[in-house]
């Protein structure tokens, strides 16, 4: 196995799982002022005693909120369909920041990476692939979430100027 990569094997990694990186946290952000804006201004303080933070917990939030307040529920259609492309794309952004690689398949354009994951207190290894060829999908994934994303906070944005 070889243990040293060249930069220009890398590069397409790094620029793929960078843009990943980039068009998360855009999403994720845009999540952030959904939960601001429905803890602060449309009564989520009833729901949770603190804004949430991970994105479980996040997810968890804007759906109890859209099934239980009223103003939401116009939208709730749009937040729960926001919550599951989340939690649909997490776990793969999730693999690809916090995975390490380990080979690189030249000929097919696949990168294999190794992950620890801690179930019942003990490391368990497993490995999985990029290949760069799905990257384009992925990307085209993030992007729309982060669409989706400025959607539903436009949503509530103009809710709340229409009530004011």
């Keep these: 196995m070889?243990?040293?990569f060249t930069s220009e094997e890398?590069?397409?990694l790094f620029s793929a799982v960078g843009a990943i990186v980039v068009q998360w946290g855009q999403a994720e952000q845009t999540l952030d002022m959904i939960v601001a804006m429905i803890y602060h201004s449309y009564g989520g303080k009833a729901v949770?005693?603190?804004i949430p933070q991970p994105l479980n917990q996040k997810l968890k939030f804007v759906r109890k909120c859209a099934e239980t307040i009223n103003e939401l529920r116009s939208h709730r259609q749009h937040i729960e369909k926001l919550a599951f492309d989340f939690e649909?794309?997490?776990s793969r952004r999730h693999e690809?920041?916090?995975g390490a690689v380990a080979s690189f398949n030249d000929s097919e354009g696949t990168f294999k990476f190794v992950k620890f994951?801690?179930?019942n207190n003990f490391h368990?290894?497993?490995d999985f692939d990029l290949d760069m060829n799905e990257f384009p999908l992925l990307l085209d994934d993030l992007i729309k979430l982060g669409s989706d994303s400025l959607q539903v906070a436009g949503l509530l944005i103009q809710k709340l100027r229409?009530?004011?």
């Design 2 to 4: 070889k243990h040293r």
């Design 10 to 12: 890398l590069n397409p």
């Design 48 to 50: 949770g005693k603190r």
């Design 88 to 90: 649909q794309l997490s």
């Design 96 to 98: 690809l920041v916090h």
């Design 117 to 119: 994951d801690l179930i």
């Design 124 to 126: 368990h290894v497993r």
């Design 162 to 164: 229409n009530e004011s």
